[in-house]
């Protein structure tokens, strides 16, 4: 059994109009409250959908945020995982072309990437 009931404006106890926009023209919604010097509460029929589209739309915007924060999230931890990826194959790189330095021409330096050649590190010493 539900807490509401479609009453007409005959049916009504005063005020007998719509708590929002004051109409007695359409069918009034009563949630069975009253307010001691103002009488009984009923919205009308418009006033409840206009009413719920609001509460509706609202609802569906949060929800869309939501699914966009979480979404976004999601992206950050794949990006992270990615620059994880990418820096242990880059250290694999390195250490394999350390370790084969003579077919590369010189030592290759994780922090540069640069090629550094045995004439450079000659001059160096």
């Known amino acids: 059994m539900s807490r509401f009931f479609v009453i007409s404006s005959s049916q009504a106890v005063q005020p ?7 109409t007695i023209d359409r069918p009034l919604i009563d949630f069975g409250v009253s307010i001691r010097g103002y009488g009984a509460i009923y919205f009308c029929s418009a006033c409840v959908v206009e009413a719920s589209s609001v509460a509706t739309s609202n609802d569906v915007a949060f929800r869309e945020l939501q699914y966009a924060k979480d979404l976004l999230q999601d992206v950050k931890k794949e990006g992270e995982e990615f620059v994880a ?8 790189i390195v250490r394999s072309a350390n370790k084969h330095a003579e077919y590369f021409g010189g030592m290759v330096t994780s922090k540069t990437s640069e090629v550094k050649s045995s004439d450079d590190e000659a001059k160096n010493v």
């Open 16 to 22: 007998c109009c719509c708590v929002v926009c004051g």
């Open 85 to 92: 990826q990418y820096s242990r194959l880059a250290s694999s």
